[in-house]
């Protein structure tokens, strides 16, 4: 009987990594007679350690009958543009280099990933998105940067 009543917390965490991507839109690349179609998908990520920053990610997305089923491995080009949508707080003090997100992208070995850095002399959040694999990586990436204003202070741990 406990089992069962840690099923939906199970659930609940196993979905967490996608719970804070929020799809934008999508165009259609290329057609496929079965299954979903290549796309260019544009998804939003709010930073969790920054308020105020939000994370706006273009990236390929494998469709045919492997697309569908989660077996395709989608391509490992990315674009980003993070920008301030609203007052930029902290909640707590964040890491002078940090993994905000990290998505499978092939069937067990690829995952795209967003780092946050924090440029002190500039007072600005970098953002670099890539991808990497467990045996070999792939050097495309993309970086963005927001401006924090010099009244707010970046507090570092």
Do not use: W
């Amino acid at each position: 009987m406990p089992t069962i009543r840690l099923l939906p917390v199970a659930l609940s965490l196993l979905l967490a990594g996608h719970l804070h991507a929020e799809e934008i839109g999508e165009v259609s690349t290329v057609f496929k007679l079965i299954g979903p179609n290549h796309k260019i998908v544009v998804e939003a990520y709010d930073d969790p350690g920054v308020s105020g920053v939000t994370c706006f990610l273009s990236r390929a997305r494998t469709g045919g009958i492997s697309g569908a089923l989660g077996l395709a491995e989608d391509k490992a080009e990315a674009s980003i543009a993070c920008r301030q949508v609203g007052p930029i707080g902290f909640a707590k003090p964040i890491k002078a280099q940090e993994e905000i997100f990290s998505e499978r992208i092939s069937l067990v070995f690829k995952r795209l990933r967003i780092v946050r850095m924090v440029d002190t002399q500039r007072h600005a959040l970098v953002y670099l998105t890539y991808s990497d694999r467990l045996i070999e990586g792939s050097p495309q990436n993309a970086v963005t940067a927001v401006a924090v204003d010099r009244a707010t202070a970046i507090p570092l741990r």
